[in-house]
């Protein structure tokens, strides 16, 4: 059993943002709206200490998202972002489904001339964070384990982000830089995120951007241990990936991204290590 214990990571590390970080906020009444799957598969993980673990069971994660935006002001913009549908298994049990915390915030653009603007999104859990997966095959003793593999961490978030962005070349490049707290309850240890991403547009209709992403624990205090690897206590990584959005038309969009983890600037602990693949489709007006 304690193989399993080892497994659980923090569930938004896992879920990667297609949409864009950046400065400027929607016009008001203008929407955007997106929808995507996404799949991940890995047997390597970090434990709390850095220590690679690679002849495990290997953990799976599938999830179905929906993301939002709505232009209430020029300079004021709501967002929704909600992981409809996760799917969890190790090779060695039977899939559970669960739906992700839902993270509802507001985005503020503190300037009117200069895309620079400060976020705040609260994650509410959608469930305790139990979600149990029983094993394959019987153990030693004849009876089946029960993992859990939990979709929703059980815990209230808010996340905080100031990001700032500048466009070149008559708006067909950008560039954008943010960084931000995740104060958690539950006595889990906050934690900090910072990060970057450029974009250039192509022929008029393709986007390709390149992000870089960092997450550290913040707090100076033990956390939560009992929750630890149910639920990410002491996750850092250096994350990055790449998206491509094609725009099918005025309004709608194909979107594909891909994403991993490095430990370049930041030492991968307590996270499974493995590529990330999505697909979507996003409508604006």
């Known amino acids: 059993m304690k193989k399993y214990w080892y497994a659980i990571v923090v569930l938004v590390s896992i879920i990667p943002q297609l949409q864009a970080q950046s400065g400027w906020t929607r016009k008001a009444k203008s929407f955007y709206v997106q929808s995507s799957i996404s799949h991940y598969s890995s047997r390597d993980y970090y434990s ?15 999830a179905l998202i929906l ?62 964070g139990t979600n149990f997966a029983r094993s394959k095959q019987p153990n030693a003793l ?6 859990n593999l939990p979709t929703s961490d059980g815990e209230f978030n808010v996340w905080t982000t100031l990001v700032g962005s500048h466009s070149f070349g008559q708006g067909k490049t950008y560039a954008s830089l943010y ?15 910072a ?37 990410g206590e002491g996750t850092t990584f250096t994350s990055y990936g790449f998206n491509a959005i094609y725009k099918t038309g005025k309004h709608m969009s194909l979107i594909a991204a891909y994403s991993d983890y490095a430990g370049f600037i930041v030492e991968r602990r307590n996270v499974y290590d493995g590529p990330t693949f999505s697909l979507g489709i996003s409508f604006e007006y």
């Not at 969890?88 to 620079?116: D, H, M, R």
Request: charged share 20%.
């Open 48 to 62: 709390t200490e850095g220590t690679l673990f690679n002849s495990g069971s290997r953990f799976n994660s599938s």
């Open 67 to 128: 993301y939002g935006e709505y232009g209430i002001t020029n300079r004021l913009t709501a967002l929704v972002d909600l992981p409809a549908l996760i799917l969890n298994s190790f090779n060695s049990t039977e899939t559970v489904a669960g739906v992700g915390s839902l993270k509802a915030g507001l985005k503020y653009k503190l300037f009117n001339e200069l895309p620079i603007a400060i976020q705040a999104d609260f994650e509410i859990p959608t469930d305790d």
């Open 142 to 147: 004849g009876t089946f384990d029960r993992i």
């Open 195 to 231: 990060g970057g991403e450029i974009g250039h547009l192509f022929f008029e209709k393709l986007y390709l951007i390149g992000k870089l992403r960092i997450l550290e624990k913040l707090s100076s205090g033990e956390g939560n241990q009992g929750g630890s690897f149910l639920y």
């Open 179 to 193: 960084t931000g707290i995740n104060f958690r309850t539950e006595s889990f240890s906050n934690q900090f995120q």
